[in-house]
């Protein structure tokens, strides 16, 4: 059974930073690709990064680029986000999802976490 676990949400202020964690278990974790998506309250859940296998590619929104990195660590079933220069409409559920092709539409990725808060303030 697949299982993720995200962490390191929290409040912060404008411009400020967080690193989010996800922890992966019951997948061979080296061989998904790995993806970040978030949901407001009120919206759909939308897309922020995706990262390959391997690591070496990654997409981001618009709306995060520059601002977001995403990463992975292989050998501790990991996935990050290190997101800067928080907007308040960075304000949302963030999740990590596993998913076996390269895609950035959330149907197509499978085994969803409890997610994390972040809370942007102005």
């Known amino acids: 059974q697949v299982q993720l676990k995200e962490s390191g949400g929290g409040a912060v202020q404008a411009g400020g930073s967080l690193r989010l964690s996800c922890a992966a278990s019951?997948?061979?974790?080296?061989?998904?690709?790995m993806g970040w998506f978030r949901q407001a309250p009120g919206k759909e859940r939308e897309f922020v990064a995706v990262i390959n296998q391997g690591g070496g590619w990654t997409v981001y929104a618009e709306s995060v680029k520059g601002r977001f990195t995403i990463s992975r660590d292989n050998a501790k079933n990991i996935v990050y986000l290190q997101m800067g220069s928080l907007k308040p409409e960075d304000t949302a559920v963030y999740y990590c999802?596993?998913?076996?092709?390269?895609?950035?539409?959330?149907?197509?990725?499978?085994?969803w976490g409890q997610g994390t808060q972040v809370t942007v303030s102005s």
């Open positions: 999802a596993p998913t076996v092709t390269w895609t950035i539409v959330p149907e197509d990725f499978g085994s």
């Open positions: 019951g997948l061979t974790f080296s061989r998904a690709v």
